[in-house]
């Protein structure tokens, strides 16, 4: 796929995890992450959003990001409980401007490890200060921190595969 498609595709599919993440939280509440954890529903959405932002910046840039966080939550807004649409959004730009920091500078160590490691970064800010702004809580930060741990894994995964499968079949 052609980088204009890809950014295309990433960009899109971001800004849609991110009023599906917090319609999740709205209307399902806490579901199990594994070792007796709880989180928000929308964890996995999130935690896929982190990975998809990796992708999008790497297909479109930082300022295409930061617009698709106002687009989707803008979306969220509308869709969603407007409290949770200002949580996630200022969770999420505030994250981002951390990954940003760490993302940039390791991104010259291979795609793989400024993702892993900028998505550790990114998810613990994003958890901290989504669930003490809109639950006035940090009761699921466990369950958060392994829901998205668990997300930003399985696509690290994926990406690993895919990329092999690619190189295999050139």
């Known amino acids: 796929m052609k980088k204009i498609g890809m950014a295309g595709v990433t960009l899109t599919a971001y800004m849609a995890t991110i009023p599906a993440a917090n319609i999740a939280v709205a209307h399902i509440g806490a579901v199990p992450v594994g070792f007796d954890l709880v989180a928000p529903a929308g964890v996995y959405l999130v935690g896929l959003a982190l990975v998809l ?6 297909a479109a840039g930082r300022g295409p990001v930061l617009a698709a966080i106002a ?12 409290a949770l649409a ?3 959004a200022v969770a999420f730009a505030v994250a981002e401007l951390a990954d940003f920091s760490v ?3 390791l991104r010259r160590r291979g795609l793989l490890i400024a993702m892993l490691t900028s998505n550790a970064i990114g998810l613990l800010i994003d958890s ?12 699921y930060l466990p369950g958060q921190v ?9 696509a690290v995964i994926l990406l690993t595969l895919l990329r092999h499968n690619r190189r295999s079949t050139s």
């Open 53 to 58: 932002r990796d992708l999008a910046r790497e």
């Open 71 to 82: 687009v989707g939550t803008i979306l969220s807004y509308f869709m969603a409980d407007p």
């Open 86 to 88: 200002v949580a996630s």
């Open 103 to 105: 993302y940039e500078p």
């Open 128 to 139: 901290l200060l989504f669930l003490k702004l809109a639950f006035g809580s940090l009761e």
């Open 146 to 154: 392994l829901g998205k741990t668990w997300m930003t894994i399985a």
